[in-house]
């Protein structure tokens, strides 16, 4: 019996350096499981669609697919868009499975990436200290994904000891700019800001130019097409290719 097949499923972005780093996270994935079909898609502005990738698998000869959505927070697009267009793809190909996991969240072993990124920043920088931390993300209008974004951070200034605010690019304050500082009005100047986006874009070069002209020392580069990353898609592959097993 064939596998299902897996598109992993991103929003979609005018940038190129999002969909850059689409494919290459795609193609980690694809080196950990060789066996198996895996797709990438977007939601919108950017290619292939969502239904072209549907329509290649299902004229390839699968009838079950997986769908892991790219996203950090369970917001709107989520609940929403990722729903509507499985439900236009099952529409129109009468007898297709398709099934869609969890986003990939915000798992805390994503903070290993987030360190890894952020000394990479701080030696470009020739930072040796810090005081305070800043966790950047894009931010939402969900209040919950926010705090989600939120207790991330606590949990990550835990681990270093040192103080952190999240801050968001985008529907919730702070921005990264008036977070940092605020950390500056405490007298800390070693401020350091982690990118918790996935892929490059408009809203990390925005988040990036306020930190920097507010004081931040150094700031990482988003998670990008990380091992881990890559294994975690994997992960919910394997939840979503179980559901559709017949009970």
Do not use: C
């Amino acid at each position: 019996m064939t596998a299902p097949a897996l598109i992993a499923l991103a929003h979609g972005s005018r940038d190129p350096r999002s969909a850059a780093t689409v494919s290459a996270l795609v193609d980690a994935t694809k080196a950990l499981r060789p066996d198996l079909r895996i797709e990438k898609a977007f939601l919108d502005l950017a290619k292939p669609s969502f239904q072209t990738v549907v329509d290649r698998l299902v004229k390839a000869g699968y009838d079950e697919i997986v769908v892991v959505p790219l996203l950090l927070v369970e917001a709107f697009h989520a609940r929403v868009d990722v729903p509507e267009a499985i439900a236009e793809a099952t529409t129109r190909h009468p007898g297709l499975q398709i099934r869609a996991t969890a986003v990939l969240g915000l798992e805390a072993r994503f903070l290993e990436v987030l360190d890894e990124r952020l000394r990479e920043a701080l030696k470009d920088a020739r930072v040796r200290e810090l005081d305070a931390l800043v966790l950047a993300a894009a931010g939402t209008s969900d209040p919950l994904a926010n705090q989600a974004v939120a207790r991330l951070a606590r949990l990550w200034g835990a681990h270093h000891k040192l103080p952190v605010t999240a801050a968001y690019a985008t529907s919730a304050p702070p921005a990264t700019g008036e977070a940092v500082r605020a950390f500056r009005a405490e007298g800390r100047r070693h401020i350091a800001v982690a990118s918790l986006f996935l892929a490059p874009g408009n809203l990390v070069d925005r988040a990036t130019e306020l930190a920097l002209e507010a004081g931040a020392v150094a700031v990482s580069e988003p998670l990008g097409a990380h091992p881990e990353i890559a294994r975690t898609i994997l992960a919910r592959y394997a939840v979503g290719a179980v559901e559709l097993v017949p009970v």
